[in-house]
């Protein structure tokens, strides 16, 4: 099997649902940097979409879903395309590192991030409140890093990567512990900083 | 509450620019149909409203991302959907056998809003799922439809997991080359 054939059946298997979690999670950390599979998941994405056209719609949500929905966005900055920028230093910018170096800190973090997504929520029956939150505060943290202007990558240092990533990472404890003020506070300025 | 594939691109437009009342109105045309992707993904009410809650939070902040000349816009709140309750589905435990049916049963279309285009797509898309063999349309439908994972397939058809991948990506090869896209 050729690389080529290798990335298309992996973005193929990752568009129609098949891939286990370890496999999505690495599949979305790649993607990131693998134009070749965000662009193989892309064209599979086009080609299965009109199976959507006959997915039937069930029952309909619980009434008070969109009053949930509307204090969280409540709560949110704003659609990204209105967002603000603020440019943040850090220390130690002097000391700029190879792109290469960076993006071993990025996959790092990322690798950091899909433990956690992946191996995190193993906790026993019982605790699904624990699972739910280390789910929607594991949303938020993903988020970010999705969120995140890519072509940051290259011009950031490892220290700023590793920086950003430790923040991250706060947010999402404070998400998880339950402090909604502090988590907010953290993943609000994450989202504003630019570099 | 049905709404045109344009009205609904507009709104999602307007969403980018922090409409709320689009923004509800996005919610109240798509919501249906969203909720029944993650439902039977998800196979629970339960974490069915967390997840539904967590593509809607999404749109709102991703709706400047939205590209009406690249897809329609429900293929773009549908492709959030899938992909959010399949990350949900992956962390709770394996499902078991008896949770799923027995046969396949396809969804009836229910979208109004559909194009000649969209409606050539599809007939496409199925003429070439009728060149596989039988049992490997069932699987492929199967995986897309219920969100299933290759061991959960192993588990229902009583055959390698491995023996699933390979079927899995032949399938999907002939479906790429059938398209010739």
Not at chain 1, 132 to 138: F, I, P, R
Not at chain 1, 149 to 175: F, H, I, K, P, T
Not at chain 2, 54 to 63: F, G, I
Request: hydrophobic letters at 40%; a neutral charge; aromatic letters at 8%.
């Amino acid at each position: 099997m050729t690389e080529e054939e290798d990335i298309d059946g992996l973005a193929a298997e990752y568009v129609l649902g098949s891939l286990d979690a370890a496999e999505r999670t690495a599949v979305d950390v790649r993607r990131r940097t693998d134009a070749a599979l965000e662009a193989a998941i892309a064209a599979w994405q086009r080609r299965l979409a009109p199976l959507g056209e006959r997915d039937h719609a069930g029952d309909l949500p619980p009434p008070q879903l969109f009053e949930a929905i509307a204090a969280r966005i409540a709560a949110l900055p704003g659609p990204q395309s209105v967002r603000g920028g603020e440019v943040v230093a850090f220390p130690g910018r002097r000391r700029r590192l190879a792109v290469a170096v960076s993006a071993g800190a990025l996959a790092a973090c990322l690798a950091v991030a899909a433990y956690w997504l992946t191996h995190g929520s193993r906790v026993p029956h019982g605790v699904q409140r624990t699972q739910l939150a280390q789910s929607v505060c594991g949303g938020r943290y993903k988020d970010f890093w999705v969120n995140f202007d890519r072509s940051s990558y290259g011009r950031m240092s490892a220290e700023q990567l590793a920086g950003l990533n430790r923040m991250a990472l706060r947010a999402y404890d404070a998400c998880e512990a339950g402090d909604e003020q502090d988590a907010k506070a953290l993943f609000d300025r994450l989202k504003r900083m630019t570099f | 509450m049905p709404v045109s594939r344009q009205e609904l691109a507009a709104a999602l437009q307007r969403t980018a620019r922090g409409d709320k009342a689009a923004f509800r109105l996005v919610y109240e045309a798509t919501s249906l149909k969203l909720y029944g992707i993650v439902v039977r993904i998800l196979g629970r009410r339960d974490l069915a409203d967390e997840v539904l809650q967590e593509v809607y939070v999404r749109v709102w902040q991703r709706a400047g991302e939205f590209d009406s000349a690249s897809g329609s816009p429900i293929t773009w709140l549908a492709t959030i959907a899938r992909n959010l309750a399949l990350d949900q589905a992956r962390r709770k435990a394996p499902r078991s056998i008896e949770e799923f049916p027995e046969v396949l049963e396809l969804p009836g279309d229910d979208d109004p809003a559909g194009t000649v285009e969209r409606s050539e797509d599809f007939r496409r898309l199925h003429a070439c799922l009728d060149g596989l063999e039988p049992d490997r349309k069932e699987l492929v439908l199967l995986v897309y439809y219920y969100g299933l994972t290759r061991e959960e397939i192993s588990g229902r058809i009583g055959r390698p997991v491995a023996t699933v991948k390979t079927w899995l990506r032949r399938s999907l090869a002939q479906l790429r080359d059938c398209l010739g896209q």
